[in-house]
């Protein structure tokens, strides 16, 4: 990578340019975000997972760039209108806008007003005009006309009056105005605090900008930068002035009037098009954290485990849908019962239930959070089941799309989706990561406006934060689906089915090395995968912790100056505490990689979740019309946003906790104060039966 990309991209994230440097190597090696972060931490300095998936997106965005001047140094020289000094701006420049104003002038024109000019023989007129120096200009007024068209055109292809007029624009105010349109359809309502609004447009919040540009593009809004055309002009005719020297009076009149013309009809709609990309870019990144962090809370949820499992996906009309479940995910036993009318058959539900319960030797009951989930939960519950018997509310979000997806018929194909639904449901409550890795992350109901920002940037990040977690947290090679393991660093779809198909003809793994047996999985992917991969009971126990096997010489010295076995040190905290780490630098192993190591063999493959908490909600609410403000109530955070975080507490509808009501002095940042699925003490605040809107404030 260029040094002038390295000290851009080092200057932008605060860190080391030899940090971003040995990235660049790194990622060029083939190796992976995962394994940078966890197992070359003397390359990078320690950078995280996130710091290190920062690099790689912008070694990317750079390397498109660099393929951009190329195209764009091509066609200019093709032009022979290529300078030194041109190819030296080029080749210098970071920002994407600015690149392309450099290329505007060279850029094939499709026919425009200046175009024609030219075409009729007004550029001489132009040129006379523009170098400033007639006393008198003998032309008519259309000869006048296409000049002053030939100097708008050159006035917005001047890459310093772009930059300006970016600069002014971006101090401005962002201003929306209804349209027609807006104040005559219903479903522009949802919009209306936006029908006359007027922020700073480096200050406004990204969701109120990622609203209003959704509104203007289903045409309820007029969206405005509220640039003073006036001043715009000044500035420009200022610069060019200063370019160019003091034009005579009858030259100036008409590069004045030209001025104007380029900022009213070409600099001003295209600018303001830039600076509202350019916010927009900003609230994508801001909407894309929120979305990613929320996502890493839910698929790092905590599990129950391996736990026999009943999960039931309620229904009114339609009935409850039950399945159960052994401690493996396995699907034992499916039926639907009916506790609620219309059809309401109680007792027989009653029956069922006890009867699965006691059959299946049931540990854990999954109820899906969804439609008759609060009313399915306060039946289960008088039941009357055995005390060892847990009960969790589990979220629905994306059951119905694994049920209906590849993923779904490949796993049931004999199943009809109700079926497919109970299980996932049933499933998430054991594993969250490995159920919800099914299923995109955008059906997952934790994002922001996910619809509205960059596609491909959102998938970046979720795929990342998918990657992360699941490295993170370790995969157990000899259980793990194929759509588990396609995230462990390294192996990605193909590997995946290659080692689950080597899995099923030779039997269980029975250490790592075994791995480089599988088709198609050479040194490189070893290398990446084989610290994430967890083999319990393994010969080598090592082979079940996240000590990586070129590591594994450092562990058996270790034991070998402790006067025990390798097998007897993994586990032994108090042993571990007697290693000296600086004992074992190597040259490619540092101090943080044998600290790590260390820790890991006092705890090995230690699940870094929390464990799986019940929960319930209040006994006495069950409709929205039941609220009365003061109320307190406990609820499950279900969603984060830049703006609030949203709470279920047992209704059809969810609350909203406003950052101003988080308990913080001013706005709080939500993402800081609370997490997914948190168990939240909080009082209602205020309820609008109309539009079935709760505000709630956070107690603890």
């Known amino acids: 990578m260029k040094e002038l990309y390295v000290k851009h991209i080092a200057k932008l994230l605060g860190i080391q340019p030899w940090q971003v440097e040995n990235c660049a190597e790194l990622f060029q090696d083939g190796c992976t975000i995962p394994f940078i972060s966890r197992y070359r931490k003397e390359r990078t300095g320690g950078l995280t997972d996130v710091e290190v998936a920062e690099v790689k997106h912008w070694a990317e965005v750079f390397e498109e760039m660099e393929k951009r001047k190329a195209s764009i140094i091509k066609t200019i020289d093709e032009q022979?209108?290529?300078?030194?000094?041109?190819?030296?701006?080029?080749?210098?420049?970071?920002?994407a806008s600015e690149l392309e104003d450099l290329y505007l002038p060279y850029r094939p024109k499709r026919k425009t007003r200046?175009?024609?000019?030219?075409?009729?023989?007004?550029?001489?007129?132009?040129?006379?005009?523009?170098?400033?120096?007639?006393?008198?200009?003998?032309?008519d007024e259309a000869a006048l006309q296409g000049a002053r068209d030939i100097m708008a055109e050159r006035i917005n292809e001047t890459a310093s009056y772009r930059e300006t007029l970016r600069s002014i624009y971006r101090t401005r105010r962002v201003e929306s105005t209804?349209?027609?349109?807006?104040?005559?359809?219903?479903?522009?309502?949802?919009?209306?605090?936006?029908f006359k609004f007027s922020q700073p447009i480096s200050k406004i919040p990204s969701h109120n900008l990622l609203a209003m540009l959704r509104a203007e593009n289903e045409g309820y809004l007029r969206i405005s930068i509220d640039a003073d055309g006036e001043k715009c002009g000044n500035k420009i005719y200022y610069d060019f002035c200063q370019e160019h020297g003091y034009p005579s009076r009858v030259c100036g009149e008409q590069i004045r009037e030209a001025v104007d013309d380029a900022w009213k009809r070409l600099l001003d709609p295209s600018i303001t098009g830039e600076v509202l990309r350019e916010a927009k870019e900003k609230a994508d990144i801001e909407s894309i954290q929120v979305f990613g962090e929320n996502l890493r809370q839910l698929l790092l949820a905590a599990p129950v485990g391996q736990k026999r499992v009943m999960a039931i996906d309620p229904g009114f009309r339609t009935g409850c849908k039950v399945v159960c479940l052994d401690a493996q995910g396995n699907l034992l036993h499916h039926d639907v019962i009916f506790p609620h009318p219309p059809v309401a058959k109680k007792i027989e539900a009653i029956t069922k239930i006890a009867d699965l319960v006691e059959k299946y030797d049931i540990e854990v009951i999954a109820i899906g959070n969804g439609t008759a989930g609060r009313e399915t939960e306060e039946?289960?519950?008088?039941?009357?089941?055995?005390?060892?018997?847990?009960?969790?509310?589990?979220?629905?979000?994306?059951?119905?799309?694994?049920?209906?997806?590849?993923?779904?018929?490949?796993?049931?194909?004999?199943?009809?989706?109700?079926?497919?639904?109970?299980?996932?449901?049933?499933?998430r409550l054991m594993d969250?990561?490995?159920?919800?890795?099914?299923?995109?992350?955008?059906?997952?109901?934790?994002?922001?406006?996910?619809?509205?920002?960059?596609?491909?940037?959102?998938?970046?990040?979720?795929?990342?934060?998918?990657?992360?977690?699941?490295?993170?947290?370790?995969?157990?090679?000899?259980?793990?689906?194929?759509?588990?393991?396609?995230?462990?660093?390294?192996?990605?779809?193909?590997?995946?089915?290659?080692?689950?198909?080597?899995?099923?003809?030779?039997?269980?793994?029975?250490?790592?090395?075994?791995?480089?047996?599988?088709?198609?999985?050479?040194?490189?992917?070893?290398?990446q995968c084989a610290g994430f991969l967890r083999i319990p009971g393994a010969a080598n126990p090592l082979d079940n912790s996240a000590v990586h096997p070129e590591a594994y010489h450092i562990?058996?010295?270790?034991?070998?100056?402790?006067?025990?076995?390798?097998?007897?040190?993994?586990?032994?905290?108090?042993?571990?505490?007697?290693?000296?780490?600086?004992?074992?630098?190597?040259?490619?192993?540092?101090?943080?990689?044998?600290?790590?190591?260390?820790?890991?063999?006092?705890k090995p493959g230690?699940?870094?979740?929390?464990?799986?908490?019940?929960?319930?909600?209040?006994?006495?609410?069950?409709?929205?019309?039941?609220?009365?403000?003061?109320?307190?109530?406990?609820?499950?955070?279900?969603?984060?946003?830049?703006?609030?975080?949203?709470?279920?507490?047992?209704?059809?509808?969810?609350?909203?906790i406003h950052a101003s009501?988080?308990?913080?002095?001013?706005?709080?940042?939500?993402?800081?104060?609370?997490?997914?699925?948190?168990?939240?003490k909080v009082q209602v605040i205020s309820v609008d039966l109309e539009r079935k809107r709760i505000g709630l404030r956070l107690l603890a």
């Not at 609820?635 to 830049?642: D, E, H, K, R, S």
């Open 80 to 95: 022979e209108k290529l300078t030194p000094e041109l190819e030296k701006k080029i080749e210098n420049c970071l920002n």
């Open 114 to 139: 200046a175009t024609v000019a030219i075409a009729a023989g007004y550029e001489p007129l132009a040129n006379l005009i523009w170098n400033g120096k007639a006393g008198r200009l003998e032309a």
């Open 178 to 194: 209804v349209t027609k349109k807006g104040q005559e359809d219903p479903e522009a309502a949802k919009y209306r605090s936006y």
């Open 379 to 427: 039946f289960v519950k008088r039941v009357g089941l055995p005390e060892n018997v847990r009960i969790f509310s589990v979220s629905e979000d994306g059951a119905s799309v694994y049920s209906a997806s590849d993923v779904g018929r490949e796993e049931f194909p004999q199943y009809d989706v109700t079926v497919r639904g109970a299980v996932s449901i049933g499933r």
């Open 432 to 527: 969250p990561l490995a159920e919800l890795v099914k299923i995109d992350p955008k059906s997952l109901g934790v994002g922001q406006y996910q619809h509205d920002v960059d596609q491909g940037l959102l998938k970046e990040k979720l795929d990342n934060t998918v990657e992360s977690c699941v490295n993170s947290v370790g995969v157990a090679l000899n259980t793990a689906s194929p759509y588990l393991l396609q995230y462990v660093s390294g192996i990605g779809p193909a590997l995946s089915r290659a080692i689950v198909d080597y899995r099923a003809a030779n039997g269980e793994f029975t250490g790592r090395e075994q791995l480089k047996k599988v088709p198609r999985l050479g040194a490189k992917a070893f290398q």
């Open 555 to 602: 562990v058996d010295k270790m034991a070998k100056d402790l006067k025990v076995s390798t097998k007897e040190l993994v586990g032994n905290a108090e042993l571990c505490k007697k290693i000296k780490a600086q004992d074992y630098v190597e040259k490619d192993f540092g101090l943080p990689t044998v600290n790590d190591i260390i820790q890991e063999l006092q």
């Open 606 to 656: 230690r699940d870094p979740r929390a464990v799986a908490q019940e929960f319930s909600f209040a006994d006495d609410i069950h409709d929205i019309e039941d609220l009365k403000t003061g109320m307190e109530l406990p609820g499950i955070v279900t969603n984060i946003t830049a703006f609030g975080a949203f709470v279920d507490i047992g209704l059809h509808e969810n609350g909203l």
């Open 661 to 680: 009501q988080m308990g913080v002095k001013g706005m709080a940042v939500p993402s800081k104060v609370l997490k997914l699925h948190q168990h939240v």
